[in-house]
T-cell receptor
């Protein structure tokens, strides 16, 4: 059974810091992995999608890497801003999305 | 990007009543939509997969008769929580997949509170 874990569960940092959020999964047989952002009481916004054959994807200040063999992905946020405060979820897709427990990020001025 | 509209955003109802939640894909046709629920500080759990023109596929432990799903058109799926009870209070989110793209796009969610 696929299990997805995210570390840390919560993170509070001052503005400007570079951050790394971690996601691990138990079964490497996936088609892709996605990172999402969720604001309180809101839906999800897709940030990055990495196909199983890819190693990383970049969008602006975000960079996501994937090491399928070790069952790990990281989301790197450069020069964090208060507007980045949200919960970040990773999800793997063997045939349907399985979500991690999320990392609650707070960036303070 | 693709837009998925979900309504209502918040609903409060009395125990025993039924609540319908709509999920629409505004600028694309979605043959498949997904329904999730999320309890406070927990991650999303897939409830069911909704396929246009056919019966929904429910995840283990999800009651079909309680959570009725209808996907009558390529742009609309509905989730009806029948005879709602306080334990059904949760955040419900739908998502839709563009047929040619593996990305999922999510609605803004519905916060259901059953008194």
């Amino acid at each position: 059974k696929q299990e997805v874990t995210q570390i840390p569960a919560a993170l509070s940092v001052p503005e400007g810091e570079n951050l790394v959020l971690n996601c691990s999964f138990t079964d490497s047989a996936i088609y892709n992995l996605q990172w999402f952002r969720q604001d309180p009481g809101k839906g999800l916004t897709s940030l990055l999608l990495i196909q199983s054959s890819q190693r990383e994807q970049t969008s602006g200040r975000l960079n996501a890497s994937l090491d399928k063999s070790s069952g790990r992905s990281t989301l790197y946020i450069a020069a964090s801003q208060p507007g980045d405060s949200a919960t970040y979820l990773c999800a793997v897709n063997p045939d349907k999305l399985i979500f991690g427990t999320g990392t609650r990020l707070q960036v303070f001025p | 990007g693709a837009v998925v509209s979900q309504h209502p955003s918040r609903v409060i109802c009395k125990s025993g009543t039924s609540v319908k939640i709509e999920c629409r894909s505004l600028d694309f046709q979605a043959t498949t939509m997904f329904w999730y629920r999320q309890f406070p500080k927990q991650s999303l759990m897939l409830m069911a997969t909704s396929n246009e023109g056919s019966k929904a596929t429910y995840e283990q432990g999800v009651e079909k008769d309680k959570f009725l799903i209808n996907h009558a058109s390529l742009t609309l799926s509905t989730l009806t929580v029948t005879s709602a009870h306080p334990e059904d209070s949760s955040f419900y989110i739908c998502s839709a997949r563009i047929p040619t793209n593996e990305k999922l796009f999510f609605g803004s969610g519905t916060q259901l509170s059953v008194l």
